[in-house]
C-alpha cells in the first residue's frame, strides 16, 4: 500500500509504481469520449470551475480519472474516493495519485478503510473542505450531512449519477432534510437510457465471464428487476443464448417483459431453476437465503443494481466460504450443494470486471460536468430541491458523441419545425416525453 501525506498533497493507494500503466489506458479511453474532449476544448479556457472544491466519491475506474482531470482542467480542486470497495482499478487510482490529485482508493477495502477514505475527501490539508459533491450511490452526501452537517452551507450543490443515489434524494427532499441543491445526473436520458442499458449489456457478461469463465449458451438466467438495467442485462444474456427470465414488482414493466417475449415469474418460482442469477433492482433483500436454499448446486448468484442488499449476503455468512479467486466465492451450505457467489454481492460488472466501456461512461460523465458546472456558476439559482438537466442540454451530451459513431443528423426545416412547434436547433421533446 502506498500512503503519502506531503505538504499539500496526500493520498493512499495500492501501489504508485501503476500509474505509467494507468496512464497509458487514460489515452486510450480519451480517445472513446468525445463528450469529455469537447468540454475541456469549449470550457479549457475560461475554467468555469476556477474556486470550485470537488469532493468525489465514484468508482474510481480509468473513465473516472478522465473525469477527475476533465473537472480540474475546468479549474475544479478534487479530493477523490471510489464508492465501492471492490471497484478501484488500482493503475487508475495510481495514475491519478502521481499527477498530484488526492485519492484515497485501492480494490479490495474494508468496510473501515471505505468509510475512512470517504472521509479523507471532505477534510483535507490547510483547512480544505469542498463546497461542491459528485456522488454515486449517496454515500458522500450522507456522511457529508449526518457526520460533517456544519460544512453543508458551504456546499454549492451536488449531482448524482445512479438510481439508488437519487432514490436517496428524493427521500431527503420530501422530508426537508436536504440541505443543498442537488442534481439528478441519472435522468438524464444520455444517462439513464445509455449508461443503464446499454452499459450494463456489454459489462454485465464481461464480469461474469471473467469470474467464472462459464458458457452462458443454453443457461437459464433470472434477472430481477427489469428496469433500464435489467433490460440491458436481459438483452446481453438473450443474446448469447440464454433462456431469459424476469421477476418483476411493477406491471407495466413487467408487460413489457412479456411483450419482449421473456417469462415473468416470482423469485420463488425462478430459484429452483435458474443456472445464474442477476439482480438489478436497487432494493433489498431480492434474492434471500430461502431463495438461495432453493437454488441448483454450482448455480452463479450476482448482482449489479448498487448495494449489496440486494443479495442476503448477511443470511449465508455462517455457512462456509471457500474463496477461489478475488471476488469470486464458493458457498457451501448444509447438504453439500454449493453456490458461486460473486463479488460477494457488489457490482459484479466493478468487482469482477472493469465497469461499463469508455464511450457510454463519456456519455454519463458529460452530464455531471455540465450539472457541476450549472450549479457552480449560477450561485442561488437553485433551493435545496432536486433537480434533473434541461432537455436541451441533454440533445447536447447526446450530439457530442454522434461523430465518433459517423452519424450524420437529419436537420428540420424551418416549415418543419414551424409545424412540429419545436425550434429548429431543439430541443425536439418536451419533458415528459419518454424516450
Aim: with cysteine; aromatic share 8%.
Amino acid at each position: 500500500m502506498t500512503k503519502v501525506t506531503a505538504n499539500s498533497m496526500d493520498y493512499k493507494v495500492r501501489d504508485l509504481s501503476l500509474a505509467q500503466w494507468g496512464r497509458q489506458e487514460m489515452d486510450i479511453a480519451e480517445t472513446e469520449m468525445p463528450g469529455l474532449m469537447a468540454l475541456r476544448s469549449e470550457f479549457g479556457a475560461s475554467k468555469p470551475l476556477t474556486g470550485a472544491r470537488v469532493a468525489g466519491c465514484l468508482h474510481m475506474t480509468i473513465q473516472t480519472a478522465v473525469l477527475i482531470e476533465t473537472l480540474i482542467h475546468l479549474g475544479a480542486e478534487v479530493r477523490w474516493s471510489s464508492c465501492n470497495i471492490f471497484s478501484t482499478q488500482d493503475h487508475a487510482a495510481a495514475t491519478i495519485a502521481a499527477a498530484g490529485i488526492p485519492v484515497f482508493a485501492w480494490k479490495g477495502e474494508t468496510e473501515e478503510e471505505y468509510w475512512w477514505c470517504v472521509d479523507q475527501t471532505i477534510k483535507g490539508p490547510d483547512g480544505w473542505t469542498p463546497n461542491m459533491l459528485v456522488d454515486d450511490g449517496g454515500d458522500l452526501t450522507q456522511v457529508m450531512h449526518e457526520k460533517y452537517p456544519e460544512l453543508m452551507h458551504g456546499i454549492r450543490g451536488l449531482s448524482e449519477e445512479t438510481t439508488t443515489g437519487v432514490h436517496r434524494l428524493y427521500q431527503m427532499e420530501k422530508t426537508g432534510t436536504l440541505k443543498c441543491p442537488a442534481f439528478n445526473v441519472n435522468d438524464s436520458v444520455t444517462k439513464s437510457k445509455f449508461d443503464n442499458l446499454y452499459g450494463c449489456r456489454e459489462s454485465l457478461a464481461d464480469g461474469i465471464k471473467r469470474a467464472t469463465d462459464v458458457m452462458v449458451a443454453g443457461k437459464v438466467v433470472v434477472v430481477a428487476g427489469y428496469g433500464d438495467v435489467g433490460k440491458g442485462c436481459a438483452q446481453a444474456m438473450r443474446g448469447l443464448g440464454a433462456r431469459v427470465l424476469i421477476t418483476e414488482i411493477d406491471p407495466i414493466i413487467a408487460l413489457q417483459a412479456a411483450m419482449e417475449g421473456y417469462q415473468v415469474l416470482t423469485m420463488d418460482e425462478a430459484a429452483p431453476v435458474g443456472d445464474i442469477f442477476v439482480s438489478a433492482t436497487g432494493c433489498r433483500e431480492v434474492i434471500t437465503r430461502k431463495h438461495m436454499d432453493a437454488m441448483k448446486d454450482q448455480a452463479i448468484v450476482c448482482n449489479i443494481g448498487h448495494f449489496d442488499l440486494e443479495i442476503d449476503v448477511a443470511g449465508i455468512r455462517e455457512l462456509n466460504w471457500i474463496n477461489i479467486k478475488p471476488q469470486v466465492d464458493h458457498i457451501v451450505f448444509p447438504d453439500g450443494k454449493r453456490i458461486i457467489l460473486l463479488a460477494e454481492g457488489r457490482l459484479v460488472n466493478l468487482g469482477c470486471a472493469t465497469g461499463h466501456p469508455s464511450f457510454v461512461m463519456s456519455a454519463s460523465f458529460t452530464n455531471q460536468i455540465i450539472a457541476q458546472i450549472e450549479l457552480w456558476t449560477n450561485p442561488g439559482k437553485y433551493e435545496n430541491k432536486v433537480y434533473v438537466l434541461p432537455k436541451l442540454l441533454d440533445e447536447k451530451v447526446a450530439r457530442l458523441h454522434l461523430g465518433k459513431l459517423g452519424v450524420q443528423l437529419s436537420t428540420l426545416t424551418k416549415a418543419q419545425a414551424d409545424y412540429l412547434g419545436v425550434p429548429v436547433e431543439g430541443p425536439y421533446k418536451p419533458e415528459y416525453y419518454r424516450y
